[in-house]
Each structure stands twice: as C-alpha cells, then as structure tokens.
C-alpha cells in the first residue's frame, strides 16, 4: 500500500514561558527569565503547520499537555487546593513550580520513537514515549504524551503505543530527536538510525561540560520494542565535543530523510564509519544512501547551534523534490545563509529551502524538527488516525480563534505563581479536546 510521511506538530501551551530549565540547551539558558508571548508562539507554530499543509504535506496536530501539573506538585509534598498547593510551590520551591508549569511538550521530536508498519516484525507502527529522564520538567511528561497518542493512534490492530521506558539514566530516552529512519521509499522496509551521547555500561568517550540524555541502552531496547531486525539498525554516537557545544539531540546536528543525511562534518563518532554502515545496509535493501556533509569551515557547531541549520524538517514533495524547512534564525547568521545560498549552485539533494519564523519557540531552544514528530502511514493507517487532527482550512480557523480567545500574551517566570493561569490552561484544554475529537484526556476531565 501507498505510504506517506506524515508529521504531527505539538501545539504550543497556554504556559509557555522562559524558566531556564534545560542545562545543555545554549538557548534555553540564554533567555532564562525573560518574558514570553504564549499567544504568539501558538500562532507561529500552528501557521507552519497551515503552510506546509497547502503545499501538500501530510499534517497533524498534538495538543499541549496539562499544565501547570498539579500533580507533580502534589508528588513533591504540596497539598491544599489547587490555588493553595501553587501559592505554596511559588512561596517554598518556585524551581518546581517551573517545572510543573513547562510547555516542552511543544517540542514532540521528544514525545516519542516512531517505527513505521514496513519495519515492524509485527506490521504494525510502533511508538514508544520518550522517559526524558535528564529533566524534571519533561520526565513528567510521558504518561500524558503516551494517553494523547492513544487518542489519535486508538486502532490497536494497527498501532502499537508500547509504555516509557523505565525513568533511570542507565536508560534515558530523548524519542525521535535521535532517530531517524531512511528508506527509497516511506512505504518499503527502511534501515532505522539511533543516536547515542554515551553508553551506560560500555566504554567510551563523554561528554565533560553538559550532558549526554540518550543512551545506547535505551536505543536498543526501543529497537528490540520495536521488533526491528539487526539488519535494518545502526547505532551511531554523536560526538562528545558537540554536545558540550550545546548539541543536546542529535536533530540540533543532523536530520534525515529517505536515503538522504544532512549532517556537520562533526556530528558523529567515527563519522565515515557510520556513513559506510547505513551504505551497506540500505544497499542490501537496493537502496541508495546520500550524505551530505557541511564542512566546519563553511559552518561551524557554533553557528549550527545558534541559527539551529539542522533542527530543520527534510521534506520529499510529492514529484520527489526535498525541501529544506529552517528557522528566521538561518537568514540571520551570515556563513548558515551564505551556505544555504550556495545550496543552489551545488549538486545535492536538497531542491527548495523554505524560512519560518518560530522565534518564540527558538528561544527556549526548538526549532521547525523539535516541533514535529514524524509518522510513516500507509492508506489504511492513514485512515484509522483520530481525522480531527488533520491540518485543513477549517481547523486552522477554529485553532487560531481558540488560541485568540484562551492565551496570553506575555508571561514572564513570576507569572506561574497566578492562580488564574492554571484556571485558563485548563479552560483552553477542554474546549481543544472538543475541537480535536480526543475524549477526556487529561486529569481535570476525569
């Protein structure tokens, strides 16, 4: 059956804000405290997903998760009502406020692992949450992602929603910010990539300054999850040196699609030795593998982690053209849009480069692939997903006036510490589970 790629944007949250949480992420902890415009964060996110889906690409939405997470502040100890129990966390431990009150699950390249039916021993498509156990804020989030995902994946004959991973370091899980997955075609057998910063049990190098969150434990127990043959893996690490530069995922470094790799020439351990095993494997397959490499002296780790180069989707139209999607931010930096320019002049995969502006998002640190997490489906998965959460004229107007009628416009950290924020995120959250057709999804409904 005819497969396509299809990928589900998070909307941004009533919440979003600048708290600083994410050590390793450079952006994150650049814009710690400044203020926020929640209102505009949704809007520039959701006309992405307008303006991808009038070009022709498959295109979804994921809601935003229950914040602030009244229960994670109970967990730590705060009780009383709702009011009370965020009066007190502002009072005695505001950290945790923040982090109860985090937006991060906008960025759904971390939501989950996505393992397409022609990959699967089972035929089906599988998704694994990511435990995101590196950081409070997202740990919390898997169980929420995981009842979403359930909402709009509810075929069981068709999808496989497997349970977090165990939330230990020795198996930390960052999803699909460290995987991709290459084939000629979405819908024939591909070769599934996994990234890793470090091995919790073997040897090896690490990173010294910041952290590395996904490891290889976890990416061969998703794999194993997964079903997927050894023939049809590879396990790569990225380079120690560029997560202590700020490359906390690999998709801050590299993106992938179908047989093209779109890399710096610093992303990975034993960089030719990766790029001569995906070769092998998909040449098995009959298939083709590009890789192309952006030399540091053209663009250097520093300019990728500022302009985010690669935290950009790889897209194939439906004639087999790819397109480039990138943030403002490409434009803006000289040598990214010097490269990004010569891109024409060259012979490579990539046809069209498209700009977006996503600056709300970029300064906690996601560009346009923290955004989307991608889904292969064939026709008939195609037509078991929840079909209220496919991007259309209609549901971008009733999105756009709800995010009019339920967001603010500014909220700075102090702000988390209103009551009434909690009152609003939780009235917007109920309307958009109508509008989206998902049922009584979070806490508050039940």
């Known amino acids: 059956m005819l497969a396509t790629e299809a990928n589900f944007d998070g909307l941004v949250g009533p919440t979003h804000n600048y ?155 960052e999803g699909a910010a460290n995987h991709t997955r290459f084939a000629r075609e979405y819908g024939e057998k591909g070769v599934e990539f996994f990234v890793y910063g470090r091995s919790e049990y073997g040897q090896g190098s690490q990173p ?29 690490q990225q380079s120690p040196d560029v997560i202590d530069a700020g490359v906390f995922h690999n998709d801050v470094i590299a993106v992938g699609n179908r047989t093209t790799l779109f890399c710096h020439e610093r992303a990975f351990v034993d960089q030719h030795k990766v790029y001569d095993e995906l070769r092998e494997k998909l040449g098995a397959q009959g298939t083709p593998f590009h890789a192309l490499e952006v030399p540091d002296s053209e663009v250097s780790v520093e300019d990728a982690v500022s302009s985010y180069l690669f935290n950009s989707q790889l897209l194939s139209r439906e004639d087999g053209r790819q397109v480039l999607v990138v943030p403002q931010e490409c434009r803006e930096n000289a040598r990214v849009a010097a490269y990004l320019d010569s891109l024409g002049g060259r012979k490579t995969p990539i046809d069209e480069v498209l700009v977006f502006d996503l600056r709300e998002s970029m300064k906690n640190g996601g560009g346009p692939a923290c955004l989307r997490l991608r889904v292969v489906l064939n026709d008939a998965e195609r037509a078991a997903v929840n079909p209220r959460v496919w991007m259309n004229d209609a549901l971008f107007t009733q999105l756009d006036a709800w995010i009019d009628r339920h967001y603010r416009d500014r909220l700075a950290p102090a702000d988390l510490a209103d009551p009434k924020l909690l009152a609003e995120s939780r009235g917007a959250l109920d309307e958009l589970t109508t509008i989206l057709g998902l049922g009584a999804v979070y806490d508050f409904q039940r």
């Open 208 to 236: 010294q300054r910041y952290p590395a969150r996904q490891t290889l434990e976890a990416s061969r127990a998703v794999a194993r999850l997964h079903g997927l043959s050894a023939d049809a893996t590879v396990f790569a």
């Open 19 to 173: 708290a600083g949480l994410s050590f390793g992420n450079v952006a994150s902890r650049n814009n710690e405290k400044s203020v926020a415009n929640p209102k505009a964060a949704a809007k520039q996110g959701l006309r992405k997903m307008k303006r991808l889906a009038d070009l022709g690409f498959r295109q979804g939405v994921l809601p935003p998760l229950e914040r602030p997470s009244i229960r994670l502040l109970r967990a730590v100890g705060f009780s009383g009502d709702d009011a009370s129990v965020i009066a007190r966390a502002a009072r005695e431990a505001p950290e945790l406020l923040a982090a109860a009150s985090s937006a991060s699950a906008m960025w759904t390249a971390n939501a989950a692992t996505v393992s397409p039916s022609a990959d699967t021993e089972d035929g089906r498509v599988h998704f694994t949450p990511a435990n995101l156990a590196a950081k409070l804020h997202r740990a919390i989030e898997h169980g929420e992602t995981r009842r979403s995902l359930g909402a709009i994946f509810a075929d069981e004959a068709r999808f496989r929603i497997h349970h977090a991973l165990p939330g230990t370091p020795a198996l930390g899980d």
